[in-house]
């Protein structure tokens, strides 16, 4: 089963185990201006390391990604999948969490990794096509000694 077709139903099985009244083909989207809380959710773990990822797997989901959060665990994320490679450009409007990014091979290496200004329209794009981004806040890849070439496991990477 294609990778895409795995965090598809992913997506769906969360979504199932949510009830009836929250399953849905798509993920939740949030109001405008509001965070989006509700999404399916996967974790990953690089090397010792567990995190809890939300997952933007739809336009609209991605388009609103981190925006107006105000605070987010450690251990958290959001994993931005798309349905194919390409240069990722991330910005961070309405966003006010420094975030780094981490651009994802399908295989789950770390291709490059980001730091982000809240705030701000500065493109931070991966250095080749990717279909998988991770943002972390600030500093999380850093203080674990997490670089380019690190390979992250989960679902989403699994063939």
Same mark, same amino acid.
């Given at each position: 089963? %294609? !990778?895409?077709?795995? *965090?598809? +139903?992913?997506?769906?099985?969360?979504? $199932?185990? +949510?009830?009836?009244?929250?399953?849905?083909?798509?993920?939740?989207?949030?109001?405008?201006?509001?965070?989006?809380?509700?999404?399916? &959710?996967?974790?990953?773990?690089?090397?010792?390391?567990?995190?809890? $990822?939300?997952?933007?797997?739809?336009?609209?989901?991605?388009?609103?990604?981190?925006?107006? &959060?105000?605070?987010?665990? %450690?251990?958290?994320?959001?994993?931005?999948?798309?349905?194919?490679?390409?240069?990722?450009?991330?910005?961070?409007?309405?966003?006010? *969490?420094?975030?780094? $990014?981490?651009?994802?091979?399908?295989?789950? !290496?770390?291709?490059?990794?980001?730091?982000?200004?809240?705030?701000?329209?500065? %493109?931070?794009? %991966? +250095?080749?096509?990717?279909?998988?981004?991770?943002?972390?806040?600030?500093?999380?890849? $850093?203080?674990?000694?997490?670089?380019?070439?690190?390979?992250?496991?989960?679902?989403?990477?699994?063939?």
């Amino acid at each position: 089963m %294609s !990778t895409l077709r795995r *965090l598809g +139903a992913l997506c769906l099985l969360v979504n $199932a185990l +949510a009830g009836p009244a929250q399953a849905r083909t798509e993920a939740p989207t949030a109001p405008q201006g509001q965070p989006q809380m509700n999404l399916p &959710r996967t974790e990953m773990h690089i090397g010792m390391y567990r995190i809890d $990822a939300q997952v933007a797997h739809t336009y609209d989901t991605r388009q609103t990604g981190l925006m107006f &959060r105000q605070s987010m665990p %450690s251990q958290e994320g959001m994993l931005f999948v798309f349905s194919q490679p390409g240069v990722q450009c991330f910005w961070m409007r309405n966003t006010v *969490l420094p975030l780094t $990014a981490a651009f994802v091979a399908d295989d789950g !290496t770390i291709v490059n990794l980001e730091d982000m200004k809240p705030m701000t329209e500065t %493109s931070h794009c %991966s +250095a080749r096509p990717v279909r998988f981004v991770l943002e972390m806040n600030q500093g999380w890849f $850093a203080q674990r000694g997490i670089k380019a070439g690190t390979k992250i496991l989960g679902e989403a990477f699994r063939p």
